[in-house]
């Protein structure tokens, strides 16, 4: 997959390159659209070990096919907050995420405070910035989102990334 980049700010690079230190800060995974993914919301929702010791779920909303929610660390003060849609086929599921991608990409040239980046998870995949990143990944026939953030504001790229990738090696 070709990489481009529309960062528009210092602090987001700088931010982007901070992030190279703690580890691989572009993990892989892969998607199959050979084989939509035949689960329910629930068996998808990133478990709560997946980010580590002393997060709890805070709350969470599931219907026929969607699930969204989030998990705190109160010692750390972070969160992680994540939604995924299953959508009927392969092709609608591609259609809802390019429509993101597009919008996420066309804010991105048009705003000096906002990112956009291709990444390599699933079948698809790009992290959108502003003051909050959120990671967006489709495989197959589900889209999902996941975001870090601190609190007080802001976020981590490098973790939204890192769970991101993380969360989608327990789909399949």
């Known amino acids: 997959m070709e990489r481009r980049k529309f960062l528009v700010t210092a602090s987001t690079v700088a931010a982007i390159a901070t992030a190279g230190c703690l580890g691989n800060p572009n993990p892989e995974t892969e998607g199959n659209d050979d084989s939509p993914i035949e689960s329910n919301p629930e068996d998808l929702i990133p478990p709560r070990e997946l980010f580590g010791e002393g997060w709890e779920e805070d709350n969470g909303r599931i219907e026929e096919s969607e699930a ?11 969160m992680a907050a994540y939604q995924l849609i299953i959508y009927d086929s392969v092709e609608e599921a591609e259609s809802a995420y390019q429509d993101q991608r ?3 990409f ?3 040239e048009q705003d000096a405070g906002w990112s956009a ?5 699933a079948s698809e995949s790009h992290i959108a910035e ?4 959120i990671v967006w990944f489709r495989d197959a ?3 999902a989102e996941l975001s870090h953030r601190r609190f007080s ?3 981590s790229s490098s973790k939204s990334i890192e769970y991101a990738a993380a969360w989608h090696e327990t789909w399949r």
């Open 68 to 78: 969204r929610g989030s998990y705190s660390n109160p010692d750390e003060q972070i």
């Open 130 to 133: 502003t003051s909050i990143p």
């Open 106 to 108: 066309a804010a991105a």
């Open 102 to 104: 597009e919008q996420d």
């Open 153 to 155: 504001g802001g976020g």
């Open 141 to 143: 026939n589900v889209v």
């Open 117 to 121: 980046e291709e990444l390599e998870i």
